[in-house]
């Protein structure tokens, strides 16, 4: 079925409301994840309040939590999470640090502790808005590692999402490479299982090392493991992810030192650069433009898969998704109903 962005976002926003968030928080997480759901991406988008619910109910995901400023050294900042939503806490930490680098030209921004960020892509999106060029490094822990290091056969990483974001130029939109460091994000095995589908391609690895395309192995103990993208080279990155900012948040590795409790906890690591400290912006969107056309312009062999931007998918599919609305299987629909419905809020109230 297809389900409008308003009654994603009344969706969303109404268990948020209902299990203690003020109206604040509840749009911003809710705008959040209905965004998501609009550039395609439901694996972070309304679904996930089914799992945030589990969290709620033994005090993994705290309510009502903003970005607590822990340090302020001029172009460095560092927040803690404290445990609140991470789409709050991560929109409030990057206004923060977009308006230091503002000022200074550049600022490094790191948040510790915090529960799950969702789409990193967005806050990629809110520094290219503002004319900042950004860079963010993720790890996860307290979760149960979930990718297999390259020739490894069972998980010792999280997806560790890696992200740049470029502003806009003249004729084409903003920059916005976002990605987990495995070739799916665990939510997307969700969506995939819970909609009996398989991938196009092995993503998953055994510990017998055998690949599949079936995300069932990922919902089924013992649980397989997630395979790193691009072989060594995006197995590498999703190493630098876990020590960039595991290490400089001082929020920690997966390790299997620390103790873990189940709940997806990120710390990210972010440069957030104002162009204009460097270069001259006309030029710069000028070059870029002229960049994104002789690469667009390569021949393309088959009209369906055409030589796009990063960031463009995503703009195709909220102009389709905002049209005619957002596909979501009918056992995530399901989930999501009982969610709310176990929240005390009624199935009528969620209508556009």
């Known amino acids: 079925m297809r389900h409008s962005p308003q009654e994603i976002f009344n969706t969303a926003a109404r268990w948020l409301e209902a299990t203690g968030s003020t109206p604040y928080e509840a749009r911003v997480v809710a705008d959040h994840l209905t965004n998501a759901n609009l550039r395609g991406h439901d694996s972070h988008g309304v679904g996930m309040i089914a799992m945030y619910a589990l969290y709620q109910k033994d005090g993994r995901l705290k309510s009502n939590t903003p970005a607590r400023l822990v340090k302020d050294a001029g172009s ?186 189940g709940a997806i906890v990120n710390n990210m690591t972010s440069f957030v650069i104002d162009p204009a400290a460097l270069c001259d912006l006309a030029w710069m969107k000028e070059e870029m433009d002229a960049m994104i056309d002789y690469v667009k312009a390569s021949p393309q062999p088959n009209p369906e898969n055409p030589v796009l931007m990063p960031g463009e998918i995503e703009r195709i599919r909220t102009a389709d998704r905002e049209a005619h609305g957002v596909e979501i299987s009918d056992g995530e629909w399901a989930a999501i109903i009982k969610t709310c419905r176990d929240a005390g809020v009624p199935e009528s109230e969620l209508q556009a």
Not at 91 to 96: H, V, Y
Not at 110 to 122: D, F, K, Y
Not at 155 to 172: E, L, M, S, Y
Request: aromatic letters at 10%.
């Open 76 to 261: 460095i900042l560092q927040f803690s999470g404290d445990r609140g939503y991470g789409q709050r806490v991560g929109f409030e930490a990057t206004n923060a640090a977009i308006e230091r680098a503002k000022q200074n030209g550049i600022c490094m921004y790191t948040i510790a502790n915090t529960c799950h960020l969702g789409r990193i892509g967005t806050y990629g999106e809110q520094c290219a808005d503002a004319g900042m060029v950004s860079l963010h490094f993720v790890n996860v822990n307290q979760f149960d590692p979930l990718v297999a290091p390259y020739g490894g056969a069972d998980a010792r990483f999280g997806t560790n999402p890696f992200c740049c974001a470029i502003p806009a130029a003249n004729n084409h939109g903003r920059f916005i490479l976002d990605f987990a460091t495995s070739i799916v994000a665990m939510g997307k095995t969700r969506v995939a299982f819970l909609a009996g589908k398989h991938f196009d391609e092995p993503v998953i690895i055994d510990r017998n090392g055998n690949e599949t395309a079936d995300p069932t192995p990922m919902w089924r103990e013992p649980r397989a493991a997630l395979m790193p993208m691009g072989r060594y080279k995006g197995a590498g990155l999703c190493f630098a992810c876990e020590l960039l900012a595991g290490l400089l948040s001082k929020g920690g590795t997966i390790a299997d030192k620390h103790p873990r409790d």
